[in-house]
């Protein structure tokens, strides 16, 4: 398999995905990449940085945590000793 020449769809740079990664994609069943690594790297920066933090409750003990998701998110959450016991 060769390297592919992609160009980044952000800033359109020409980038490489090499071999080995376009195997990552393939066994992981992921699309290949539109956006240079700099690009995809500042993205997912960014992403994180929006990630809220909610107070809310443990669905087991009710105790209060932190979570990344909020308490209408139908997610269940579990504090990290109901957590722990729960998969234990
Ligand atoms: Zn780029
Ligand atoms: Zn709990």
Redesign the pocket.
């Known amino acids: 398999m060769p390297d592919e020449k992609k160009v980044c769809k952000t800033c359109t740079k020409p980038f490489l995905i090499i071999e080995q990664e376009q195997a990552f994609y393939k066994k992981k069943d992921l699309p290949r990449p539109e956006n240079c690594p700099e690009c995809r790297q500042k993205r997912r920066l960014s992403l994180r940085n929006e990630r809220r933090l909610y107070k809310r409750k443990?669905d087991?003990?009710q105790?209060e945590i932190i979570s990344t998701y909020s308490p209408d998110s139908k997610y269940i959450v579990?504090?990290q000793?109901?957590f722990w016991k729960h998969i234990g």
């Open positions: 443990c087991k003990c105790k579990y504090c000793e109901c």
